[in-house]
């Protein structure tokens, strides 16, 4: 099993990144597939979730902001993140979720800074 976040970088506040996971090893299409985010000191929390029929969910402070979607014949998930704030520096990263496993990816730096 493997997932591989990649997009993180540096952007200037009010700008845009798409954050990438490319999965393998497990059925994909089955899958949960969630993004997390680690704030410097901070506890890891969720940020984003799309069912494996593409009802998505969002943590409050990035509705609006956050788009997560899914593509099963890539087998990647998505997550389009947009007017970024300071406050979202953080690792991002990907999860994928069954009723009996759980999948991590390493993470990608993502920092909002001028």
């Known amino acids: 099993v493997q997932l591989v976040e990649s997009g993180g970088g540096l952007v200037q506040p009010g700008g845009s990144l798409r954050l990438s996971c490319s999965a393998s090893?497990?059925?994909?299409?089955?899958?949960?597939m969630s993004w997390y985010r680690q704030p410097p000191g901070k506890e890891r929390e969720l940020v984003a979730q799309?069912?494996?029929?593409?009802?998505?969910d969002y943590a409050d402070s990035m509705k609006g902001r956050f788009t997560i979607s899914r593509d099963n014949a890539k087998n990647t998930v998505y997550l389009q993140m947009n007017s970024l704030k300071p406050e979202d520096t953080a690792v991002y990263y990907c999860n994928a979720g069954h009723a009996y496993s759980s999948y991590w990816g390493q993470g990608t730096q993502v920092t909002v800074s001028s």
């Open positions: 799309i069912t494996s029929s593409g009802s998505t």
């Open positions: 090893g497990f059925t994909f299409s089955s899958y949960v």
